[in-house]
Each structure stands twice: as C-alpha cells, then as structure tokens.
C-alpha cells in the first residue's frame, strides 16, 4: 500500500504567526484601548446628570480622553484642569469623587484675599430672590461679579472690565458685608447682603458658615474602571478582526 505524506511549511506558517504577533497584536491592542477609553468617559458622563444637580455644559464637557500608541498602550480619561473665564473642573469637582473641603473658587478667593471671609469660611448662597441664578440654578457669573465689584474685592484686571462695560456702575451701591464679630450689625448673620431687599427679608445674599466638608459620593474611577472591563473582550476580538482582515499573508 503506498504511503501519501503531506508536508507544511512551518517556517512560512511561524512567519505568519510572527506577524501577527508583532504587527497586527499591538495596532488591534491599541484600537481597543481607545475604543475601551471612549465608552469609559461617555459612561462617566452619562452619570454626572443623575450624580449632580443640573450639571453646566462645562461640567459635561470637562472629560477628555488622551489616545494610546502601539509603542504606548496606555489611554488616560480625566478631568480638565483649567479654564479660561472659571474654576477648573478637575478642581471643583475632586471634592466630589476624593472627599474633602469644597474647593475655594475665584469668587471665594476673592473675598478671602480682600479680607471680607477669613480662611476657614465660606460665603454660602441663600435662597433670597435677589440673588439672580442661572438656569442651573446656580449664582449667576454676572451676579459673582457685580458684588465683586461693589464690595472692591476683585484681585486682578477684572473690576476695570466690569466698569468700563458694566451699566450697574451708575447704579447705587446696594451691596455691603456683615462680617464676623460685627459690632454694629449685631443683629444681622455674618454674610453679604442687599439693601434693596432689607424691607422684605430678602436682604442676604450670602451665609459666612464653615467651608463644606464633602464624603466624595461621585465613582468617577469605578464608573471608568467597569465600563472598561465591560467593553475590553468585544472591542479587543473586533479590533484584531479588522486588522487581521486588512492584511495579505
């Protein structure tokens, strides 16, 4: 009976492998990290509106993703840490994820450098409708800034902005401070306030309590981490697919 023998290439076929090894793994790796890192920040930010109260577009837009390499197969998600006009939200928002002291924004620094809030407080907004909030319901930037500018706490170029552009320059100045230990206004809170509400009750503007203390109740990293896990299998297997599939061995 005659023997038939099938031979193989193995040294063509153990090519092939290497190729794939040292091409195609890393390239289809690194389409993967990415990917992975892109679901990780859209599923971070998908939780912020259920985390926080009305969240600013500022605060949606504030994670970035940082892309890998095939020679650097590491991607980065975080948080911006600066802002032209704000406060960045790296800094406003570690409270949140990290525990601890409520960051001390440009307003509240302000008044510290001025002497108006003594280190340890912070200026706590009311619910007085003369405060004028935006639709988030936050102060209002304009509302910040005005009571900057009629209490002359600004530290920078700002308040020469303000009272070049600013119509509330010819307006009375409606704005003063109850500070702690205040012997003359004994009977008011220690605070800001406006005259023009005084007759209503409306009058503060502003609580001088203890700086917010916070647990850090926001999961930014766990959030991440499980969006990444949950994503890596499907978009690594599709990534080596297509990489395998756009290549001629």
């Known amino acids: 009976m ?6 193989f290439d193995l040294d063509h076929m153990i090519g092939k492998i290497d190729r794939i090894q040292f091409l195609e793994v890393p390239y289809a790796a690194s389409v993967a990290v990415n990917r992975v890192a892109v679901l990780a ?3 971070i930010r998908a939780e912020m509106p259920r985390a ?18 095939k020679t650097n197969l590491e991607a980065e998600v975080g948080l911006r840490d600066f802002a032209p006009k704000g406060n960045p939200a ?7 994820i990290y525990g601890g002291p409520a960051y001390a924004t440009r307003f509240q620094k302000s008044l510290r450098y001025s002497g108006i809030l003594a280190p340890n407080r912070y200026a706590i907004p009311t619910q007085s409708d003369n405060l004028r909030v935006n639709m988030y319901g936050n102060v209002s930037p304009g509302m910040y800034t005005e009571i900057l500018y009629k209490l002359k706490a600004f530290r920078d170029m700002s308040a020469f902005s303000y009272n070049k552009h600013s119509k509330t320059k010819r307006q009375v100045n409606n704005i003063f401070v109850v500070l ?8 008011l809170r220690p605070g800001i306030y406006d005259r ?11 609580n001088f309590g203890k700086t917010p203390e916070f647990i850090g109740k926001f999961p930014f990293h766990r959030i991440g981490a499980e969006a990444a896990e949950r994503n890596w299998n499907k978009e690594f297997g599709g990534a080596l697919a297509m990489a395998l599939a756009s290549r001629n061995f």
């Open 180 to 187: 702690e230990n205040d012997t003359k206004n004994a009977h």
């Open 41 to 43: 920040k859209d599923a």
């Open 196 to 206: 023009l509400g005084m007759k209503n009750r409306e009058g503060r503007l502003f």
């Open 2 to 7: 005659a023997v038939q023998s099938v031979e």
């Open 52 to 69: 926080f109260d009305r969240p600013v577009p500022f605060t949606l837009n504030s994670l970035y993703m940082k892309a890998s390499s």
């Open 90 to 96: 790296s800094k406003y928002l570690a409270p949140q």
